[in-house]
């Protein structure tokens, strides 16, 4: 599993309020080169929850994100920054771990780099 | 500029939208529908088509990334005889010719015949005949700078069960591009290492991709991945994919280390997926705030018994268990959810709403939806959401009751809450509807069942066709 994913999911136990981000407990963490589209990475940026990003990226091991997005306007230049960015959302992998709802404690299992999103019966 | 577009004889319904989205993809205005013309004499099955492009940089993109598009031609010439074919080309302007017939360069003329074959001397005989063209270049048969093709439709003759056309028809062009069908016996089932009963056709796959104008840049969602087919021609055409499905097994395992959904795209040196998620899209867990994020959405939802559509929590409460059912505290880490059964109707329903929220605008949604074949040739009731307009409406005919056809949806307006209402509204109409409808006759039980060709011509007797008869799976 890749941040940009993690980006996007919620523990969606019925009545949780606090769901957003999960935290991430890393086992094993794997790095693949993507290759670099700073188009798809400007589109990217504009719906990334940023501090969840930099959050993830730390407990993934990545310590190199700045903790504020620079403007959408100044990263057009900022080659560095997009290969900062880059690297976080797209090269870093979670293969074995967990995804850990902040409020309810409920595990999310990775495996294999695949989240297991979905509910118990008791819990829909 | 008018451009001869010459299609395969197969899937019919699927051309020229394939090339609409196309022209889309490489540039043409999307506000104006692309204008068609059909040759003298010609019905729409024909594989004869003029289409309107605004350049030939378009027109030879298009050919080349389409399936079915056989070649596109800038046309010097037709008629109905050859002396009509000659009048014809004499008067193409000489501008428009010259730069092709230079002695620099060189050429080659193919004959192409459809409804009759020519013998190697009749086809002689024919390029022989435009010693009216000033050709200078030196003829190279293996590999020329221009290909020109005299092609000849005859009357008559019935061709491949097409109707027969009412009067011969000559076109004499230039190859501006054609399709790269060499694709498929690449990507061909048959050489998928990890394959499921639903797999998608190799084809179909790329003429869905093509539908959602998948390409570098983009990213593209699956939400019934399976064995991520559909996604494999998409990366294919550049694009960065997602899929999730509710089978574990499917998605995270498939059948070992080697052999699995990351697999498909590995055999052929493709990006693998930025994610595989197992969860269930009749709820999703998106973090809310989450909106346009994909590019396209393009899926073969689960009907029918093949692929029978599953949610999570639908098992009956067990006999003896207090209500609601608690899943034991030491059998919780290796439960496997019970699942329950996911109608056509709310799998549409999800579907379209997680396009409305999360495609960009101008994203395009394209989706099988199965249809019984109607003896009355009454209009069929598609899904329809205020976020969408349907631009693409192409049937597969799967056997004399059944078809699949492949909706293309574009989002032409944002979600909002106000929408979210007017969706519920549109979508109980056609909850109703399609109840009625399904009365009938039993859709769920047969549309997916593998279909079986040979219905189509003993079953013919009792079930007015609508369609024309040379229709069948492939056309
Ligand atoms: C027709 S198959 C798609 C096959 C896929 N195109 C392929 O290439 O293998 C439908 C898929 O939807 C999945 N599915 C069924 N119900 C689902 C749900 N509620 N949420 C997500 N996926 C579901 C099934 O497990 C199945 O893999």
Redesign the pocket.
Known sequence: MRLIVHNMLTCNIKGVINKFPLRIEAEKVIKKEVDFNPDFLRHMLAKIEWKALVDGARSMGYTELPDHAPDTERVESDESFLKKFHHALLELHLEEGSLVCQETGRKFPVDKGVPNMVLREDEV | MWFLCVFYHRLLDFRKPEVEALAELFGEEDESPLQWRLPEHHHNDTPFHFVHLSSEEIAQNIAKRSLLVKGMYELWGEGASYEELKDSIERFPDSRKLPFLASDSTFRISVETFGKALTFDEQRERIDSFTYVPFKGKVNLKNPDHNFFLMEMDESEENNGLQPILQRRIFFGREVGFADRKLLPTFQLKSRTY??????DAEM?FLMANQAKAASGKLVY???????????SAARFGAMTMG????IR??RDGRGPDCNVWSNFKQYGLPTPVALL???????PWRSGLKEIFDAII?????GV???????GGRKILKGTVDPYTVPEDKRTDHIPS?GA?SLVE?VH?LLHLAARMLVMKGRLVF?FPVLRDENGSEVKFPEHPCFKLVAVSEQILSSRYSRVLLTMVKVEPYSEVIEEAARLMHLEFRENHLKWLEEGNIHSSV?KPSDTSEIRTDSKSFKDPKPKYRGKYV
């Open positions: 394959l499921g009963p639903t797999a998608m796959a699956d939400p019934f991945v399976g064995t991520g087919s559909i996604l494999v999730a499905d509710i089978d499917v998605v197992r969860m269930d899209n009749n709820l999703p899926c073969d939802p689960p009907y093949r692929a029978g559509g599953r949610k999570s699942t996911y799998c999800d099988f997916f």
